[in-house]
């Protein structure tokens, strides 16, 4: 079992900043991608930001969030942040922690599998 908690979200006015959190725990051997997906009402859940692990490794960003959004990680604590700037109105939605894990199955071994948070407001007003 390996589960996503998130933190941080909430209010804020337009040009303000927030700081997401999000600390995977349980039977994990491995995360490889972590990061950061949204959804809007009405609209489909986007990519705002992952980083990937591995040779050099890699951070990719929606085009939106280019230049205002900052994902980093500690991969000794598991944990994934998302420094969010310059907030916008457009920038509202339920954010979503996102990893994919390596997780020592019951019975030995281990598994690949995609997990989620359980999702965090962020509302920005004018």
């Known amino acids: 079992q390996v589960q996503l908690v998130e933190s941080g979200g909430g209010s804020v006015q337009v040009g303000g900043s927030l700081r997401l959190s999000c600390a995977a725990s349980g039977s994990i051997i491995s995360i490889n991608h972590m990061g950061w997906y949204r959804q809007a009402p009405g609209k489909e859940r986007e990519l705002v930001a992952v980083?990937?692990?591995?040779?050099?490794?890699?951070?990719d960003y929606a085009d939106s969030a280019k230049g205002r959004f900052a994902i980093s990680r500690d991969n000794a604590k598991n944990t994934v942040y998302l420094e969010m700037n310059n907030l916008k109105a457009e920038d509202t939605a339920t954010y979503y922690c996102y990893a994919f894990v390596q997780a020592r199955a019951a019975r030995g071994g281990s598994h690949w599998d995609d997990y989620w948070g359980q999702g965090n407001q962020v509302t920005v007003s004018t």
């Open positions: 980083s990937t692990i591995g040779v050099g490794g890699r951070t």
